[in-house]
């Protein structure tokens, strides 16, 4: 029993990472709503990849300098906070364009994988979501579960990682099929979404951009 619980609980912490609303969260909204399914999972898959960069950084311990150097740190919330400014302005973009009917560019697919990939890499909270809940994924050991009748997980197995990345790929297939057939049902619903992503990007980016003036003085 112990291989399975471990596998729930890798999908419980992928979930954990995908799941809430958030930056990337709001890039896979907009592919999804403006160029369908595809292009939303292919975001989810550019996040995705980001992690699998974390995974590797943390385990080389290199992810644990944003929090021990504050001039990297800064440097990650400035960088950030800039990029989901300009991600927002072409959301922002993207929704006008639904709402007068132009054509959305569909023709590039691989758009959103690139730009959640990017973001990622330079979003601090997700850097820090690895240093706390990340630390419980690969850390060597047994945790009990006594919810669960005292089961256990392994911790730092390949099973709980692989459970990990399968959590997040039931995220990333299953939100991008969810606002696509919503979508069908209201027609205004996709330059909605966009100008809504937008606006998270929007707050999220002056967030960072505060939190790194902030580091910095």
């Known amino acids: 029993m112990q291989p399975l619980v471990s596998a729930l609980a890798g999908v419980a912490l992928g979930l954990s990472l995908a799941a809430p609303p958030g930056p990337m969260n709001a890039i896979i909204a907009e592919e999804s709503v403006l160029r369908g399914w595809r292009s939303g999972f292919r975001a989810g898959l550019g996040a995705m990849s980001a992690d699998a960069c974390f995974l590797m950084l943390a385990l080389l311990g290199v992810v644990a300098v944003v929090r021990d150097v504050s001039a990297v740190k800064g440097a990650l919330f400035a960088a950030g906070g800039l990029l989901m400014l300009y991600f927002a ?19 590039d697919d691989s758009k959103g994988f690139r730009k959640a990939f990017v973001l990622a890499l330079t ?7 690895w240093l706390t809940a990340g ?16 089961l256990t997980v392994a911790t730092g197995s390949p099973v709980i990682v692989v459970g990990f990345f399968a959590g997040i790929a039931v995220w990333i297939t299953g939100f991008p099929a969810a606002l696509v057939a919503a979508g069908r049902r209201v027609d205004a619903l996709a330059p909605v979404v966009a100008y ?17 003036v902030g580091i910095a003085t």
């Open 135 to 150: 630390v419980s994924l690969l850390d060597p050991g047994t945790v009990s579960t006594d919810a669960l009748g005292g």
């Open 196 to 212: 809504a992503s937008a606006a998270v990007l929007a707050l999220a980016g002056l967030s960072f951009l505060s939190e790194a």
């Open 123 to 129: 979003n601090p909270y997700q850097i820090l979501w």
């Open 89 to 107: 302005y072409g959301a922002a973009s993207d929704a006008s364009d639904a709402f007068t009917g132009d054509p959305t560019d569909v023709a």
